[in-house]
């Protein structure tokens, strides 16, 4: 395992690698452009604050604070500041399951009701892969609207968070589709509290973070006293105010730890030297989960598989109230990249992105916004399922509109050949199938997720 100075070895590792004199000048213009792109997303206003830490073999291209921390007493970001991380949370989940898996205590085909008996699976078989991959057809239970809404900011015990989706039919047979579902992590961080016989805390900070160094990864429960703790923002306007208060109980197993970027990036570090789980156990949790009908979802086991421009990239998002974040790592690279800010409104993973492209050298896509006739726009409008969600497409004017589950409406630029790219992102990508004159479906491709869509009307 990795000693408890992984993390003060990645400090040393910046310490050492200032430019060194006569140094290859676009190695000083890939360092200029980094710190640029990190300056222009706090200067835009995208969030108060950002910590980033980009690390290339044992090379340092970026380590750096921006922006506030706290904005009422303007305490600035440093790369030691600890932000909440949301879903990033599942791959330390996904690793605990995993080692329980390679000591023996789990299967992957163990199902659910080994560990939770009385847990009402409605006649379905649902297995530990299945919770991992999003493809266990559970209901989200941060997506049954206003019963969540109504006991969002409540400190609950777990029967009570299954009392909102247990008895909820399921979105689709297990290992039929995949759909991002919150409530399949909440489900592995119990199992891993009566496997370990530990709170699921507890079993982490004394199985992963102790033990890999992470000194500044911990469950974020709200009333202990955080060091160097981040508050969290919502736009408003052109200014900020503080986020929304939520539970920090309730996102649990699924989005409950907090975290600096160093600790992000020798987490990251530590699990593909294979200093957390085996080789087999990292090989599942990298390798694209299949479907019955044999397609990929683009989802392991807590970490999204994809590729920019040609480079295979494992990444994982994280968002959560008043807090974004991303972690990437591209393999053949030895590239590693994590940015978190305190805006839940930001979108630290485009960021991530964007700086993947400057430290790849991979240019910036080029998006288009092509002109489409009232014929080419009538052929995509319409409502079309995503599991058991709507996704709307309509049209304003001379352009398309989108709206998808958990966001606002957005334009579709159109690219050709039924392609669209989001307004708002140029890595959001929607690629319609069309039959004749009328789209059937799409496919999206979103932060390393592929979701499958068909035509509802």
Not at 11 to 34: C, N
Not at 78 to 91: A, D, M, Y
Not at 93 to 116: C, K, N, P
Not at 204 to 213: D, H, I, Q
């Amino acid at each position: 395992m990795l000693g408890r100075a992984s993390v003060a070895a990645v400090f040393a590792i910046v310490l050492s690698s200032h430019p060194a004199e006569g140094q290859q000048p676009a190695r000083a213009e890939t360092l200029a452009r980094l710190d640029s792109v990190a300056r222009a997303f706090v200067a835009s206003r995208q969030a108060p604050g950002l910590s980033v830490f980009v690390l290339r073999g044992s090379d340092t291209l970026l380590l750096g604070g921006y922006g506030y921390a706290n904005l009422e007493d303007s305490v600035p970001v440093t790369p030691r500041t600890v932000f909440r991380i949301g879903s990033l949370t599942k791959q330390f989940t996904a690793a605990a399951v995993m080692r329980m898996v390679q000591e023996g205590g789990v299967s992957l085909e163990d199902t659910l009701q080994r560990f939770l008996p009385t847990f009402p699976t409605q006649g379905h078989r649902v297995t530990i892969r299945h919770l991992l991959t999003h493809t266990s057809g559970i209901k989200d239970y941060t997506a049954v609207g206003a019963e969540w809404q109504r006991v969002a900011r409540l400190d609950l015990p777990h029967d009570s968070v299954f009392a909102l989706f247990a008895t909820k039919p399921f979105d689709f047979a297990p290992g039929e589709r995949f759909l991002y579902d919150n409530s399949g992590y909440y489900l592995l961080g119990v199992i891993l509290e009566r496997v370990s016989g530990q709170s699921y805390d507890r079993a982490l900070a004394e199985r992963l973070f102790a033990p890999l160094g992470l000194a500044n990864t911990l469950y974020c429960f709200t009333r202990p006293l955080i060091p160097r703790r981040a508050q969290g923002y919502a736009r408003a306007g052109e200014g900020f105010v503080n986020a929304e208060q939520r539970s920090m109980v309730l996102p649990f197993a699924a989005g409950g730890l907090c975290s600096t970027a160093p600790d992000m990036v020798a987490w990251t570090c530590a699990l593909w030297a294979g200093r957390v789980v085996q080789p087999g156990g990292l090989s599942a949790m990298t390798t694209s989960a299949r479907l019955a009908s044999g397609a990929t979802t683009g989802y392991g086991f807590g970490l999204a598989i994809d590729s920019l421009d040609g480079h295979l990239r494992v990444s994982h998002g994280g968002g959560i109230s008043g807090f974004t974040g991303s972690v990437a790592h591209f393999p053949a690279d030895n590239l590693t990249i994590a940015v978190l800010d305190n805006s839940g409104d930001a979108n630290a993973s485009r960021l991530a992105t964007q700086i993947a492209r400057v430290a790849l050298g991979i240019p910036l896509p080029v998006v288009r916004n092509l002109p489409l006739s009232a014929a080419e726009r009538a052929r995509y409008v319409g409502d079309y399922s995503v599991g058991p969600m709507t996704a709307r497409v309509r049209e304003e004017g001379d352009h398309l509109t989108a709206q998808v589950p958990g966001r606002g409406s957005f334009g579709l630029l159109a690219q050709g050949q039924h392609i669209f790219i989001a307004s708002y992102d140029e890595n959001v990508r929607f690629e319609f199938q069309v039959a004749g004159e009328r789209a059937t479906g799409f496919t999206l491709y979103s932060g390393g997720l592929v979701h499958r869509a068909t035509r509802a009307n």
